[in-house]
């Protein structure tokens, strides 16, 4: 069945609201907070450790770290509490986007069992299971996704146990690497052009010779497609192949997107049909789909990428996270005088979906004579 992906009509008169058609928490997220509180429930008295944060969302973390549980590592990997520290007796919660094989050894070496208190999503255990897959028929694996993101670590970690793997962070590495495909680049820089990319013993002579491309979950689709398209017709042309040989040179990967970030990127597309004046994208800033929401509003208006409702201070500034710059910075005069104002909201898959209620009361609160929620709601009845 066609997806409707139209976004919904808040009006409330001067201010209209779109609002995204699917937004916020996925599967994945609010199966990983369920386990997450019911583990510390059922452990009292234990020291409860997340391996890094349980979701990109500052106040689902907040939340964790009050009732006591604490981070082994920070989001790029790097060790806050030493794994020597852990003994058999403390409970190890796996977040949702999966941890490496040496993590989970480590674990059990210790005698903590990785898979007691392990939320990771089943659409990124479906990606490992691709991986695996076209591990078993020899090709090998690129993975479109952050290098230094946990999901891409895991996802790294768990193909280069049964394949030769490499990571390509965006096209122009996808181009980058083409390059040693088709023999146009020397074989000796791939070692340092693909540093801590690649997996041990990488052999760029025969190990690039059948490849399938899988991802990061929450990468654009659009740009998976392209690298994954593009890569595909580099494979045709080398080995001079057709649609119906590719199969001998470049695995069908076509399904490893999760539904989530399909969905709420979907609905993005829908919002960018509307004629709205600029769009809020709520989401904690270090959370991979939603930035690429943001990136995918910027391209048509201007965006503003927010944490909190908070962080609309009045109804001319707005402390916003400027994926460029990489920090928050504060914009004057952010609603326009246009009547009726109209603004897309949408917001990430680890974002509750209370924070876009409370956006959206923020913005309400600047329009004295706009219909209340009340009033709006009972419209829809
Ligand atoms: S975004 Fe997708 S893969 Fe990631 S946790 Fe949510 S459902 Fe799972």
Known sequence: MKKDFSPTLLDFGPLQIYLARHFGFCYGVENAIEIAFKTIEENPG?????????????????DLL????????????????PFESLTKDDVVIIPAFGTTLAIEKKLEDTGIPSHKYNTTCPFVEKVWNRSEQI??????????????HE?????????????????????AEAIALAKYITGEKNAMDLEKEFAGKFSEGFDVTKDLERIGVVNQTTMLASDTQAISDFLKQVMLEKYKLDPATIEERFADTRDTLCYATNDNQSAVYGLLETDADLAIIVGGYNSSNTSHLVELCEEKLPAYFINSAEKIISAENISHYDLHKKQEIITT???PATKPLKILI??????????VE??????????PAVKTSAALISSFA
């Open 46 to 62: 234990k020291r409860i450790f997340l391996l890094s944060e349980m979701i990109h969302n500052p106040q689902v973390n907040a």
């Open 66 to 81: 009050e009732k006591g549980v604490v981070f082994l590592q920070d989001t790029r990997g790097q060790q806050v509490i």
């Open 135 to 148: 591990a078993k028929n020899n090709y090998t694996v690129v993975v479109h996704g952050k290098p230094t």
């Open 151 to 171: 999901e891409t670590r895991a996802t790294f970690s768990h193909a280069a146990a049964n394949t030769p793997t490499i990571i390509v962070n965006d096209m």
């Open 333 to 335: 005069n952010f609603l």
């Open 346 to 355: 949408t917001s990430g898959a680890s974002c509750p979906d209370a924070l």
């Open 358 to 367: 409370e956006v959206i009361n923020k913005l309400l609160s600047f329009f």
